[in-house]
Nanobody
Framework: QVQLVESGGGLVQAGGSLRLSCTAS????????AAWFRQASGKEREFVAV????????YHADSVKGRFTISRDNAKNTMYLQMNSLKPEDTAVYYC?????????????????WGQGTQVTVSS
């Protein structure tokens, strides 16, 4: 089992920045690819970014490419999402998730471990 806890959400103006953190406990975090998803009110959960267990491979959704950066520090059992140039459409609850494999990484159903989410609100 892997337990995940997100932090770092909040209210920010458009054009601003936030850094989300996801701290893991339980099994060795470095063994798990991990990802960020987000869910806006009334919408389905969508993929944001994923990172391999070692941190050497990353993929970002087109909607955030060039603005968001996923990273991890396995020594601290923590994954990050640096969000720059935020837009009102980035407003959502952001979730971190972990999986046994990178296969199907954009699909929420492929992830067996989830955090409780952290709210990000971007005002215009």
């Amino acid at each position: 089992q892997v337990q995940l806890v997100e932090s770092g959400g909040g209210l920010v103006q458009a054009g601003g920045s936030l850094r989300l953190s996801c701290t893991a406990s339980g099994r060795t975090f470095s063994g798990y690819p991990a990802a960020w998803f987000r869910q806006a009110s009334g919408k389905e959960r969508e993929f944001v970014a994923v990172i391999s267990g070692s941190g050497t491979v990353t993929y970002h959704a087109d909607s955030v490419k060039g603005r968001f950066t996923i990273s991890r520090d396995n020594a601290k059992n923590t994954m990050y999402l640096q969000m720059n140039s935020l837009k009102p459409e980035d407003t959502a609850v952001y979730y971190c998730a972990a999986s046994n494999s990178l296969s199907g990484y954009t699909s929420a159903g492929r992830y067996g471990f989830w955090g409780q989410g952290t709210q990000v609100t971007v005002s215009s």
